[in-house]
Each structure stands twice: as structure tokens, then as C-alpha cells.
């Protein structure tokens, strides 16, 4: 497979001074509306040559899209920052990688009702909403047609009626796009329909925001979550320590202390996590903001996501050197979604 290097070769600093970054504010909504989505905007920001970066980059459909409390977490003047390389739309996007497809998962088979994925026993997947505050450039759901495939309080009930007609959906994973783009207000009138089915013990959550915008974590949310009689996990998506600081260990802390469990799962990423180094770090940050790594997810074949492909030798390598190097407790399970299996995939060492 044509891997090609991401790295771009010697974009230069530029000396701009401190650039302030917008987002004195604890509005979520706000703070979501105002994503940076030009690459010049964004080179000023981060006091890059937007002539540089241009010439590296090919805007295409899945456009790019990150939130400002993200960007301040980017390194200034690097262009080979690990979170930058996360949003920024590189021209190896538009490779065709034999292989790579558009929906590996097979995804809009398992597709009962509109916004639900039954793949799993005991658990159903509702895909909440149809964009995310971030597009990660390796996104496995990119071609995923949201669109037609998302869930409002308008189009929730046939979900809702298929989930009580099956008394062995113990498990709702909200999921996305980004399932915390709803607000409190809906987000509290899908829970209250979800705990009246009886046989609905647990309740998940997919979700990037904490990261991207950890000011999404409202005093009334966490109350909420801590308080339903669903027993409620929060899964994070965090792939590098750098996207760990204090506005996130902050946002968590009433999460933290609240019978909400926190997980994370990361994806493995070609120049952004994948060293031992890194993984291990990322897994000791997590913990000290309250949350254990769960998955750690092999690369999909995904169109357009070839250049942050980590080969399957290599990512074993990485886990058993994971395993050999930390408690057990903060190794993340490495996974891959192979479509028509009933569980996802350990990939053994
Ligand atoms: C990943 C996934 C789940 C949850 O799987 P777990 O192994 O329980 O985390 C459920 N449904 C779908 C469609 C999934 O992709
Ligand atoms: S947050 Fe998740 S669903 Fe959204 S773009 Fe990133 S990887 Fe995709």
C-alpha cells in the first residue's frame, strides 16, 4: 500500500506575535458555531505560513472544521503538531489507496430503523446527530450518509419503539457525529424516554466534545447524567496527551466525582500516537483526569485515510510493549471493527 509521508518538510514560523485566541467564553454553543474552517485563519492562529500549509493541503467535501478551544492546544509554529495533523485536510486525502473503501463496517446494513445500529447483542447504537464540532481527518464515519441517518425529537420514536420491542437491549450508546451537539434540554427529554423502558439498564456515551470543547460539560448535564437510573458511561475520544489540560481535567472533575464512569478510546494514528512513548504518556494523562483507556482502535481502511495507516505488525508491537510496560489497568484493548463479526476484534500480540 502507497503509504506517503505527512510530514511536511520545512514550513516555516512565522513571527507574528501573540495571536489571542477568541474563546473567552464558556458558551458551548457559541464556542461550537465558531469553528475555525480557513486554513489562513487558522495559520494565523498558529503562527504558520498560510502559503506553506496551503501548498500541503486540498480542501475536499469533509471540510476543515475545529473548534477554538482545540487549537489552543496546538503547538504554535509546528507544523508536524500531533493535533494539528488531526484536522488539518492534507492533499494524500485524494489518493485512491486499493483497498481503503467508503464504508468498511458495512455499517448501513445493521440499520433497522432510521439512526439506530443493531450489530451487537444487548446493545444498539443511536447516531445523534449529523456533523461534529471537529473533523478529524481520519474519521472512519466521513462517507457515512448522516444526513438521512440521524436522530431528533421529531425522528427518535421509531428508535425508541424498536428498543422497547426488544427486552435484550440492556445498553443505548449514544454515538454520532457527535451525540453532544444536542442540548441539555434534549438530550434530558431523550433520557427520560429511554428510562421509562424497563428493561434499559445502561446508558453510554461516544463523545469528542469534553476534548474539543470541554466547556460542553454544563453543571446541568453532569447532574443530569449522574442522577438518571441508568447506569452512565462517558467515552471519550482522545488520541495524544497534548489534548489533555486543565480546561479538560476541569470540565471532568464533576464528572470525576459523580457514579458516571469515564473510558476513552483512542485511534491509532501514523505520525500522531503511534510510539510506545506516546501511548503510554496518553494513557498515564488519562488517569490523572479520572479516566481509563478502553479501546485503542486499529486504523480502518477508509478512503482518504491511508497516510495515518499503522500496519497491523506494528500496531501489535505497540500493544505488547503497552502491556509490558504498564499496570494492566491502563492498557487500552486493541481493536479493529471487522464487519459481520459479533464483537469488535482483538487483535492478539
Ligand atoms: C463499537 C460499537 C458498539 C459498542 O461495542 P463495545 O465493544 O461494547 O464497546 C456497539 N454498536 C456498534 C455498532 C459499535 O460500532
Ligand atoms: S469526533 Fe468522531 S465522529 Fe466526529 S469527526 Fe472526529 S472521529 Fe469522526
Not at 162 to 173: F, L, Q, R, T, V
Request: hydrophobic share 40%.
Amino acid at each position: 500500500m502507497a503509504v506517503v509521508a505527512v510530514l511536511p518538510g520545512d514550513v516555516k514560523r512565522l513571527d507574528m506575535g501573540n495571536t489571542l485566541l477568541r474563546f473567552n467564553n464558556d458558551n458551548w454553543q457559541q464556542l461550537a458555531s465558531q469553528c475555525i474552517t480557513d486554513i489562513d485563519v487558522l495559520c494565523n492562529e498558529l503562527q504558520l505560513d498560510a502559503k506553506d500549509i496551503r501548498a500541503l493541503c486540498e480542501p475536499n467535501a469533509f471540510a476543515l472544521k475545529v473548534p477554538l478551544p482545540f487549537v489552543s492546544r496546538i503547538q504554535k509554529g509546528d507544523a508536524t503538531d500531533p493535533l494539528l495533523l488531526q484536522i488539518l485536510p492534507l492533499k494524500q486525502e485524494k489518493l485512491e489507496t486499493v483497498g481503503f473503501v467508503a464504508d468498511p463496517l458495512g455499517e448501513t446494513s445493521f440499520n433497522p430503523t432510521p439512526g439506530l445500529i443493531h450489530k451487537y447483542a444487548g446493545r444498539v447504537l443511536l447516531t445523534m446527530a449529523s456533523s461534529c464540532p471537529v473533523n478529524c481527518r481520519y474519521c472512519f464515519r466521513r462517507h457515512f450518509p448522516y444526513a438521512d441517518n440521524r436522530l431528533t425529537p421529531a425522528t427518535w420514536q421509531p428508535a425508541l419503539d424498536y428498543i422497547e420491542a426488544d427486552a435484550s437491549i440492556s445498553e443505548i450508546i449514544l454515538s454520532g457525529g457527535e451525540p453532544l451537539l444536542l442540548n441539555d434540554r434534549m438530550i434530558d427529554k431523550l433520557l427520560h424516554s429511554l428510562e421509562k423502558i424497563e428493561h434499559v439498564k445502561l446508558l453510554r456515551i461516544h463523545s469528542r466534545m469534553p476534548i474539543v470543547i470541554p466547556q460542553r460539560l454544563t453543571k446541568a448535564l453532569c447532574d443530569r447524567l449522574s442522577s438518571s437510573r441508568l447506569r452512565t458511561t462517558l467515552v471519550l475520544h482522545c488520541n495524544h496527551p497534548n489534548e489533555i489540560d486543565s480546561t479538560v481535567s476541569e470540565a471532568l472533575a464533576a464528572l470525576v466525582a459523580s457514579p458516571v464512569t469515564l473510558l476513552n478510546q483512542s485511534v491509532l494514528l501514523k505520525n500522531i500516537n503511534d510510539t510506545s512513548a506516546v501511548l503510554k504518556k496518553l494513557s498515564y494523562t488519562l488517569f490523572d483526569v479520572g479516566v481509563l483507556p478502553y479501546y485503542l482502535h486499529a486504523t480502518d481502511p477508509v478512503q482518504g485515510t491511508a497516510h495515518f495507516f499503522v500496519d497491523d505488525t506494528r500496531a501489535k508491537a505497540l500493544s505488547k510493549q503497552l502491556i509490558n510496560s504498564l499496570p494492566g489497568y491502563l492498557v487500552p484493548t486493541l481493536v479493529r471493527e471487522i464487519s459481520g463479526e459479533s464483537a469488535k476484534t482483538r487483535l492478539g500480540i
